[in-house]
């Protein structure tokens, strides 16, 4: 059997990726590993280093499965990972998630502030730090987190990675999914996921949503657990036995991001309107209502 996966999820952050690689993973004919993220191929962030830890994922990964999942986020951000993947897997497929800047870069600071990668909680002077970010200098960004992750006007500019995209895989080997469309007909959406792999769809019980905004319950057990995180990776220790993963996951709880106000808008909409008409050029959709608040 192939040793490495042929369906790769890569991005973009905060877009539906784990609920995606969820419901799929149900799938009898396709191989999900436990460790959703490996972010083995690209090299400027490389989570699961050396090539015999990242093929152990799969060595479970049996004939009856026709596709094998690698839902590393970042992938698609990265300059590296999408011809890395290509190099080692030449006929791979791509599943990519999209969403609107004005919901995506909330989330995402959300997200990265409860991760301990964000140390500016407020968004508005996050977002001042995005052009210094995008030069690589490391302002409110935990030691060792790449800070092109967190110069948010790039990052969740889209239309730029999927052009770079474009340019290496043809459109046909590349499915796109709306954020927006995934949460309003997840059913829908799943059925044409399976269209594009060639498989006769299987559907959860229930679609939840996975991954929802979330805040720590106690920062200071956080600061552990990311210590504790950077610590094992300092070591080269690759395994991984999901302790650190149960202790951040116990201490969070749910909360709903405040709403960007009209500044905040225009200011996202005045960076981001040529990009996200970029997109859709791109992959041929309307997406001029991404914009409006």
Same mark, same amino acid.
């Given at each position: 059997?192939?040793?490495?996966?042929?369906?790769? +999820?890569?991005?973009?952050?905060?877009? !539906?990726?784990?609920?995606?690689?969820?419901?799929?993973?149900?799938?009898?004919?396709?191989?999900? &590993? *436990?460790? @959703?993220?490996?972010?083995?191929?690209?090299?400027?962030?490389?989570?699961?280093?050396?090539?015999?830890?990242?093929?152990?994922?799969? /060595?479970?990964?049996?004939?009856? #499965?026709?596709?094998?999942?690698?839902?590393?986020?970042?992938?698609?951000?990265? &300059?590296?990972?999408?011809?890395?993947?290509?190099? *080692? %897997?030449? =006929?791979?497929?791509?599943?990519?998630?999209?969403?609107?800047?004005? %919901?995506?870069?909330?989330?995402?600071? %959300? /997200? %990265?502030?409860?991760? !301990?990668?964000?140390? #500016?909680?407020?968004?508005? @002077?996050?977002?001042?730090?995005? =052009?210094?970010?995008?030069?690589?200098?490391?302002?409110?960004?935990?030691?060792?987190?790449?800070?092109?992750?967190?110069?948010?006007?790039?990052?969740? *500019?889209?239309?730029? /990675?999927?052009?770079?995209?474009?340019?290496?895989?043809?459109?046909?080997?590349?499915?796109?999914?709306?954020? #927006?469309?995934? $949460?309003?007909? &997840? $059913?829908?959406?799943?059925?044409?996921?399976?269209?594009?792999?060639?498989?006769?769809?299987?559907?959860?019980?229930?679609?939840?949503? +996975?991954?929802?905004?979330? *805040?720590?319950?106690? &920062?200071?057990?956080?600061?552990?657990?990311?210590?504790? !995180?950077?610590?094992?990776?300092?070591? !080269?220790?690759?395994?991984?036995?999901?302790?650190?993963?149960?202790?951040?996951?116990?201490?969070?709880? @749910?909360?709903?991001?405040?709403?960007?106000?009209?500044? /905040?808008?225009? $200011?996202?909409?005045?960076?981001?309107?040529?990009?996200?008409?970029?997109?859709?050029?791109?992959?041929?959709? =309307?997406?001029?209502?991404?914009? =409006?608040?």
């Amino acid at each position: 059997m192939v040793e490495l996966p042929n369906l790769f +999820i890569i991005g973009a952050p905060k877009c !539906g990726t784990t609920a995606l690689a969820s419901w799929l993973s149900i799938h009898p004919e396709i191989f999900a &590993p *436990a460790t @959703k993220e490996p972010h083995h191929f690209s090299a400027e962030y490389c989570l699961t280093s050396l090539s015999l830890d990242y093929k152990k994922l799969y /060595q479970n990964w049996s004939c009856n #499965e026709k596709w094998a999942i690698d839902a590393s986020v970042w992938y698609l951000h990265s &300059p590296t990972a999408v011809p890395n993947i290509l190099a *080692a %897997q030449p =006929d791979a497929r791509f599943i990519v998630l999209l969403r609107s800047p004005l %919901q995506m870069i909330p989330s995402m600071h %959300q /997200q %990265q502030v409860l991760n !301990g990668n964000e140390l #500016e909680n407020d968004l508005v @002077k996050a977002l001042s730090l995005s =052009d210094k970010r995008i030069e690589g200098e490391g302002l409110a960004v935990s030691d060792g987190y790449p800070p092109e992750h967190l110069a948010y006007f790039r990052s969740c *500019a889209l239309g730029w /990675q999927i052009e770079r995209l474009l340019r290496l895989v043809d459109t046909d080997r590349v499915h796109f999914i709306l954020h #927006e469309e995934l $949460e309003r007909s &997840p $059913e829908h959406i799943l059925r044409n996921v399976y269209k594009f792999l060639k498989l006769t769809p299987k559907m959860p019980k229930a679609f939840e949503r +996975i991954n929802e905004g979330s *805040a720590r319950r106690y &920062p200071w057990l956080d600061r552990i657990a990311k210590s504790l !995180g950077d610590l094992k990776h300092r070591s !080269g220790i690759n395994f991984r036995l999901g302790i650190l993963s149960w202790l951040r996951r116990v201490n969070r709880v @749910k909360r709903k991001r405040n709403p960007l106000d009209k500044k /905040q808008v225009n $200011e996202i909409a005045r960076r981001l309107s040529s990009d996200v008409s970029l997109l859709g050029i791109c992959i041929k959709r =309307d997406l001029s209502c991404w914009l =409006d608040n």
